[in-house]
């Protein structure tokens, strides 16, 4: 007899060669109860044959059959899977001891200890050494490799039958003996992966006859488990036979093993799945968001490029209205949509480089790029509408000036020369004595010099035509025509002054001299009414300034004119004293006047009248300058009001967007900390919102004053609110990154303490503070990181972080890095495993597979998009789920 224990001590080490070294000891009291002999013969019997079958063969009498040890090589062939030396023909009992070795060699080369069983006992026929050395076999290779939470063998088969029936009533598996008697358990693990198969509720705990025959019968027939013991011997024995159960029960975890395979399977598949779902669905929500977000800019930048000029101020106030509603209550909605558009775009980025997934990229025009392409033209249109509006404002307020000016200038003009060709025209000279004549020629002079005087008017009128035109006022028409009926006047008014006076020349000789105090008052009467007309339109004449410099030269010019009134005075007195002279002489003399002065209509009261006129005049243009004034002054405090909130806007902008920097860098804590410290400094920015609505309510009343510029600080309300905007997308786009490192830490498993090396390690060497590095200092990040880097595998890293070629490497780009060669992920490989499983090795699967392994909405997503299977060995219906799961992974299109 040969002792395997030394054996086995010698070829075996650690914890192979001490697997269950409980049961290795065979119990030969045990064997010694007929009942439990019968039982273990007839389990081993069938599970001996529930192997050889798949050799062709069985066995009748587990002590007869196996003496040859032919069978018993046969058997551990075929469990083993591995081929044992050639086997001795012979029929003398040495060639079947040697075959019996052969065997027990093979048995204890993988570690099993056969204690006491020798080949000769075999050979014999020992029923007890035989079956021993098959609960050996069965030991070895059925229940060791059985392995749940870390326990093994026994007690692992144990834990499993204990799991799998927990949920049922009347069921307690404690052991492999009296805990199965009534059949309940046997039943139980059945329901449980096969509830199609069995009634549990149906089955009454006190017939255990009918349950074991039951659990027997359905293992056998849907199971392909063969019957290895009948109900009754269960029943009959007062604590059935451990070893029997244990090898009948491991016959059920192996049938059960493959399905729970496939759910490890279907499981793998809906992650992925469910993973690849996500994603297109956030990929659709980035393409509806970007055309609507895109079509809305497309449709605004014609209203904000449309250049129809309006006819007055009111009319271009509107549009400024408009243009200010437009800023202040549709455009915030857009900008907010811009930054979630980002932050989206960011985040699926992420997701897809975290689940192996290639890249998204958007359809044609609708990249992030695109949308930022189409926003920087919607505010170039922005900025040029605006200057428009203003520039136009001012135009039309030119234009109105300059308007009112021509007509109010053409209407003097008119009135003047109302009955002027009459009074040229006329024969009066014809029937005048000599002084008359002489009286009309003197007369005709001053009209002369009249009509000189009047002469700057009809220029002036002509250049405020010629300039109206220029600026394109809408009713040049009118002013045109109304130009040219006075330029035509002119004209014929100097060809009827030069005949008239040709025709006085020729009788002027006939003709007494004119009393000459008459024509000295008439000479110095005429330019001094004219200066005093001139002064009334000046007195009168309509002003428009924008700042304080501009009014304080029209006060000055004013003041300047003020001083002239004393010596105008004087010379208004001494054209009276004239005709007071015209008086005197008349009454010391007896001569009776005929009327007014021949050489002239203008008469002493005139002057008187106009004087008075003027006079009232003055303190009514000191009052509207020092009216404009005070406006000038107030529009100078509202420019420095907005001045001073605008500087401190500013430079709360620039030290938040630097501040953001040195944060973004600069961060410790928990990721979840930083996040939260982000969040809480977004609201302390969000916060700051009332400053920014104050300088906006003052940049309205800047806009209503019509101020146009403001030298008292260099920012405009255009620079803070891209400054405001771009504070505000910063902090979110800081904190979309920090959420983004979270979903790589979850997803990749890596701990805090690697984010923190990590970030270091980056910092260490991102030497400009920048949060990103050149390629020349990520090559040093890598080497002090432990990698020993050639040029092929650096380029090769480059276009994993870098892919766009930009020459800069982002601490995300790092993170995705690290953590894509420091953790697993699932692959195409593995997810074209997952399939076979479900389709039980086969290289297709058909929708019905498809639909029992999966969750139905996965299995019609999976069935809507696998392709046709066309192998040679396909079937109708076959669906090539090789070819899907490649596509799920962008090795190929689906």
């Not at 101020?707 to 997308?729: A, K, S």
């Amino acid at each position: 007899m040969v002792d395997y224990h030394a054996a086995n001590n010698q070829s075996s080490a650690g914890g192979v060669q001490t697997y269950m070294e409980q049961e290795n000891d065979w119990d030969r009291d045990l064997l010694l109860d007929p009942a439990w002999e019968k039982q273990q013969r007839k389990t081993f019997t069938a599970w001996c044959n529930s192997h050889l079958r798949k050799a062709g063969t069985q066995i009748e009498n587990i002590e007869e059959d196996f003496r040859d040890g032919l069978k018993l090589m046969l058997l551990l062939e075929v469990i083993s899977g591995e081929r044992l030396p050639k086997p001795e023909r012979g029929k003398m009992r040495v060639h079947k001891i040697n075959n019996v070795n052969k065997a027990l060699d093979f048995i204890a080369s993988k570690g099993v200890k056969l204690v006491s069983i020798g080949a000769e006992e075999i050979v014999d026929g020992n029923t007890k050494m035989t079956l021993g050395m098959i609960w050996t076999i069965i030991l070895r290779f059925a229940i060791q490799d059985i392995s749940v939470e870390e326990t093994s063998a026994k007690e692992g088969l144990l834990l499993w039958c204990q799991r799998k029936t927990a949920p049922y009533k009347n069921v307690n598996v404690q052991n492999f003996h009296i805990s199965w008697k009534d059949g309940l358990a046997f039943n139980a693990l059945i329901h449980r992966h096969r509830p199609d198969l069995i009634n549990y509720d149906g089955l009454r705990k006190d017939d255990p006859v009918t349950n074991l025959n039951n659990a027997f019968e359905v293992a056998e027939k849907y199971l392909d488990i063969p019957k290895m013991l009948d109900a009754e011997d269960i029943v009959g024995t007062l604590r059935p036979d451990e070893k029997a159960i244990m090898t009948y029960v491991s016959c059920f975890y192996h049938a059960f093993s493959g399905a729970q395979k496939a759910e490890t399977a279907a499981n793998r598949i809906c992650k992925v799945l469910a993973v690849n779902q996500e994603n297109e669905q956030m990929m659709e929500d980035y393409e509806k968001l970007a055309s609507d977000l895109l079509e809305w800019i497309r449709r605004t930048i014609p209203w904000l490029e449309n250049r129809t000029q309006e006819k007055t101020v009111n009319d271009m106030q509107a549009k400024q209205e408009d243009f200010r509603d437009y800023r202040c209550v549709h455009k915030p909605p857009k900008v907010q949509e811009k930054c979630q558009l980002e932050i989206s775009f960011n985040t699926l980025q992420t997701k897809l480089r975290l689940s192996n997934r290639p890249a998204f990229m958007p359809s044609e025009g609708r990249m992030v790029s695109d949308i930022n392409g189409a926003w920087h033209t919607l505010e170039g249109a922005e900025k040029g509408y605006e200057e428009w509006i203003l520039s136009e404002i001012r135009r039309l307020e030119r234009l109105e000036h300059l308007a009112e000016k021509f007509h109010q200038k053409a209407a003097i003009h008119e009135s003047w020369t109302d009955g002027k060709e009459a009074m040229l025209t006329q024969k009066d000279y014809e029937t005048s004595t000599l002084s008359e004549v002489k009286a009309l020629l003197r007369k005709h002079e001053a009209f002369e010099s009249d009509l000189a005087a009047h002469q700057d008017r009809v220029e002036q009128i002509a250049a405020i035509a010629q300039e109206l035109n220029e600026l394109d006022y809408y009713d040049s028409a009118s002013v045109n025509a109304r130009c040219q009926k006075i330029c035509d006047q002119w004209d014929v008014l100097g060809a009827f002054t030069q005949s008239r006076k040709e025709s006085l020349e020729r009788t002027e000789k006939q003709l007494e001299s004119i009393d000459e105090l008459y024509l000295e008052y008439a000479k110095r009467a005429a330019p001094f009414n004219n200066w005093m007309e001139g002064a009334m339109e000046d007195l009168q004449d309509m002003f428009i300034v924008h700042n304080i410099d501009e009014i304080q030269g029209l006060i000055a010019a004013h003041e300047q004119f003020k001083s002239t009134l004393a010596e105008a005075n004087k010379e208004r007195e001494a054209i009276q004293a004239i005709q007071a002279e015209v008086q005197k002489i008349a009454q010391s003399n007896g001569i009776k006047l005929s009327g007014a002065n021949p050489y002239t209509t203008i008469t002493p009261e005139s002057i008187d009248n106009k004087w008075e006129k003027a006079m009232d005049m003055v303190p009514q243009r000191d009052t509207a300058l020092q009216g404009e004034l005070n406006k000038q002054n107030s529009n100078d405090t509202l420019r420095a009001k907005f001045a001073t909130q605008a500087n401190t806007v500013g430079a709360y902008i620039q030290a938040k967007m630097e501040e953001i920097g040195r944060i973004s860098i600069e961060m410790n804590g928990t990721l979840e900390d930083q996040l939260t410290s982000l969040k809480e400094y977004q609201q302390n920015i969000v916060s700051y919102t009332p400053e920014i609505n104050t300088l906006e309510g003052y940049h309205q009343l800047i806009q209503e004053a019509l101020i146009f510029d403001n030298q008292y600080t260099p920012y405009t309300m255009e620079h803070l609110r891209v400054g405001w905007e771009q504070l505000l997308t910063t902090i979110a786009r800081t904190i979309n990154e920090v959420e983004n490192q979270i979903l790589t830490r979850d997803a990749k498993g890596i701990s805090q303490e690697q984010l923190y090396e990590y970030r270091a390690s980056f910092n260490h060497f991102d030497k400009k503070r920048s949060g990103q590095m050149v390629s020349d200092d990520f090559r040093a990040l890598l080497i002090s990181t432990g990698n020993s880097l050639g040029d092929s595998e650096f380029a090769r890293i480059m276009g994993i972080v870098d892919p766009n070629g930009s020459g800069a490497v982002t601490f995300q780009a790092f993170i995705d890095f690290m953590s894509r060669e420091t953790t697993d992920t699932d692959t195409a490989d593995q997810v074209i495993a997952s399939f076979k499983i479900l389709a039980a090795d086969k290289n297709f699967i058909t929708a019905d597979e498809l639909r029992r392994e999966l969750p139905p909405d996965q299995a019609e997503y999976c069935i809507a998009r696998m392709a046709p299977y066309t192998g040679p060995d396909a079937i109708t219906g076959a669906l090539d789920y090789m070819s899907f799961s490649t596509a799920l992974y962008g090795e190929s299109d689906l």
